[in-house]
């Protein structure tokens, strides 16, 4: 059975509390119409379920989420998939900045664009490296203190080489691959073009394939495009910056 909420005029705490009695009940399917803005939806959820947003949902969607499957019909404002330890996030428009700020497991798939900052902070232990993949653009200072995962932008429609500013400022772990040619004058304190080859093709090949299946984009041009590879020129890029005794 799906179950169906109705966000009109409702606050986002008893949104998210309805979302959570479902989801207590054993709910495996949840609707959610008439999305504005509100927050923290599906914050800290834990289980096999999947959420559905029709509309706009407010900043911090999915935030320490370990587990469901959140697909929004709509952009996404500010930190979805923040601190995310687990699951899915498909966003069929853009999102706005912080996206997967401080991730550690799971995925976020954007369809277009999103804004500044995009994959500050990710992490990854053991088993666990989480994955943002962007099928448009992404503002400045991507991947910005990066201690691990992958940050991959498709740049759909886009020619040139990508010119936003501070790529992977004070990056440290993780990698970030970019399609096409990246202006190396853009690369920010810490970060380095790595060798990008076969092997780290097929590292990215099933994130492009999923990327295609949530958005039913023609895989074979994504697959077979040459992708600048970025990564920490150092495990402590600011060293120099302190003084020690």
């Given at each position: 059975?799906?179950?169906?909420?109705?966000?009109?005029?409702?606050?986002?705490?008893?949104?998210?509390?309805?979302?959570?009695?479902?989801?207590?009940?054993?709910?495996?399917?949840?609707?959610?119409?008439?999305?504005?803005?509100?927050?923290?939806?599906?914050?800290?959820?834990?289980?096999?379920?999947?959420?559905?947003?029709?509309?706009?949902?407010?900043?911090?969607?999915?935030?320490?989420?370990?587990?469901?499957?959140?697909?929004?019909?709509?952009?996404?404002?500010?930190?979805?998939?923040?601190?995310?330890d687990g699951g899915t996030i498909v966003v069929h428009g853009s999102a706005g900045d912080a996206v997967a700020h401080s991730m550690r497991g799971g995925k976020v798939f954007v369809r277009d664009d999103i804004g500044y900052r995009g994959g500050i902070h990710m992490k990854e232990y053991e088993e666990k490296r989480p994955c943002l993949v962007v099928g448009g653009n992404a503002r400045s200072y991507l991947g910005e203190y990066m201690a691990g995962g992958i940050v991959l932008v498709l740049r759909m429609g886009e020619t040139g080489p990508f010119v936003e500013r501070g790529i992977a400022s004070g990056i440290h772990?993780?990698?970030?691959?970019?399609?096409?040619?990246?202006?190396?004058?853009?690369?920010?304190?810490?970060a380095k073009v790595l060798p990008f080859d076969e092997e780290h093709r097929a590292r990215i090949r099933p994130l492009i394939e999923e990327f295609c299946r949530h958005f039913g984009v023609d895989a074979a041009p994504l697959l077979g495009a040459d992708y600048t590879r970025i990564g920490p020129a150092s495990a402590r890029p600011f060293a120099g910056k302190y003084t020690w005794e």
């Open positions: 059975m799906v179950v169906h909420i109705d966000a009109a005029d409702l606050h986002y705490t008893p949104l998210n509390k309805q979302i959570r009695a479902a989801v207590r009940d054993g709910e495996t399917e949840i609707v959610i119409d008439h999305v504005l803005g509100q927050r923290f939806i599906a914050d800290g959820l834990v289980g096999e379920v999947t959420i559905t947003v029709n509309g706009v949902p407010g900043g911090d969607l999915g935030m320490l989420m370990r587990g469901p499957t959140l697909v929004v019909h709509g952009n996404a404002d500010h930190a979805p998939g923040n601190t995310m772990g993780g990698e970030v691959y970019i399609r096409g040619e990246v202006d190396e004058n853009c690369l920010a304190i810490g």
